[in-house]
């Protein structure tokens, strides 16, 4: 709200006034500390105080282009657009001379070409110093005339593009502004009727006819009279050529300025062909990006589905091996149980000896046992009473050697 137009303000050349400083300017005046707290809630009247505060004039300066009181002010002045007569008072006031540039500058950026020309020129017979910050940073030292002469003549002033306006000759034919007239002109007419007073007095005391006039007189008469003419003939003359050289100064800027227009079109032609290469290069290259992108996991995808096929066969494999082995345990054990059975059968089939058929009956059974008991009996040495010489002969027995015969 503090960086809007005044609603009841009036469009300054089909424009909003802000819109006379130039957008990049604008933004470091809304940053800058001077106007957020000096500058909010100014009104026409207020806005004396600041102005009459000010030190010096100036534009934007440093690498940051920090803007200057002077134009933080201006701006301010193009937001509220203060009524005509104000800005009038602002320029008639010799005691605060910085007060008189600020009315100045606004009038250059708001008024007609008439109104700049009334309120101005009479400004050139100021000539007091003013303190003026370059771009640098640094102070130089200029005058009141001089600034004046750069708002009427330049078409920059205090980084800012000021509006064009009408050569005072085209005015003057038009007959909406009255020739200017010099401060020193009355001067000029006083010495001349002072130096004519003194020839007739001095001609008057050499004469003896007061009423009758000499021929010197007249002839001196006479080459003043074409000593003014030829001085207004050479005026004129000067002044045309001022008009020529105006005019051709105007064309020579305005095809300038149309040449200026055509390269400006030609670089913004080369400018968008190199944005629009850029563009299809980047393109291009996001579309190499996604096909790779792409590829690449179809790439992982299918590797991770052969590892996947791989992993799948590999356990089938495994499976079925087991499976196998499984069978080959179950066929074994059958078929060794199946022998078992076969033994057990086949010796259960044999006709043993019956008990009490002879005087051996007793003892028939405890012989097989006994040769079983021997036969189980080992030769390795292992099963002897003591546990430390079994210990040995198993260590023997696995090193090969024979067993320890105690």
Request: a positive charge.
């Amino acid at each position: 709200m503090a960086n809007r137009t005044d609603p009841l303000a009036k469009s300054i050349r089909g424009t909003n006034p802000q819109n006379l400083v130039e957008k990049i300017v604008r933004s470091k005046i809304y940053q800058n500390t001077y106007w957020k707290e000096h500058c909010f809630g100014l009104t026409a009247e207020t806005l004396v105080d600041k102005a009459m505060e000010l030190d010096h004039l100036g534009g934007t300066y440093g690498g940051n282009s920090k803007p200057t009181p002077f134009m933080c002010l201006i701006l301010k002045m193009l937001q509220i657009q203060p009524d005509k007569e104000i800005v009038v008072e602002f320029i008639k006031n010799d005691d605060y001379k910085y007060v008189r540039i600020l009315g100045a500058f606004y009038l250059r950026l708001t008024g007609t070409d008439i109104d700049v020309y009334r309120y101005l020129e009479p400004l050139y017979n100021d000539y007091r110093k003013l303190r003026k910050k370059q771009d640098d940073g640094y102070f130089t030292l200029v005058h009141v005339d001089e600034v004046i002469d750069e708002l009427l003549t330049k078409d920059y002033s205090c980084n800012i593009a000021l509006p064009r306006i009408k050569k005072r000759w085209t005015l003057e034919s038009l007959g909406t502004l009255e020739p200017r007239k010099s401060v020193l002109e009355d001067d000029f007419e006083e010495e001349e009727e002072k130096e004519e007073n003194d020839g007739l007095e001095d001609g008057l005391d050499n004469e003896k006819d007061y009423y009758r006039r000499s021929p010197a007189r007249e002839r001196e008469r006479d080459r003043r009279r074409d000593s003014h003419r030829h001085r207004d003939r050479d005026y004129e003359r000067d002044r045309d050529y001022d008009r020529d050289r105006d005019y051709d100064r105007d064309r020579d800027y305005d095809r300038e300025r149309g040449r200026g227009r055509e390269r400006e079109r030609a670089r913004d032609r080369d400018r968008d062909r190199d944005r629009d290469r850029d563009r299809d290069r980047d393109r291009d290259r996001d579309r190499d990006r996604d096909r790779d992108r792409y590829r690449l996991r179809e790439d992982k995808d299918y590797g991770r589905d052969r590892e996947r096929d791989r992993d799948r066969e590999g356990r089938e494999r495994e499976r079925r091996e087991r499976d196998r082995d499984r069978g080959r345990r179950r066929s074994h054990s059958r078929s060794r149980s199946r022998s078992r059975e076969r033994k057990r059968h086949a010796r259960d089939s044999a006709s043993p000896r019956r008990r009490g058929d002879g005087p051996d009956d007793g003892n028939t059974h405890e012989e097989p046992k006994k040769k079983k008991e021997k036969k189980e009996k080992k030769d390795d040495g292992t099963d002897h009473p003591d546990p430390e010489i079994a210990e040995a002969n198993r260590l023997r027995a696995s090193l090969g050697l024979k067993p320890l015969k105690l």
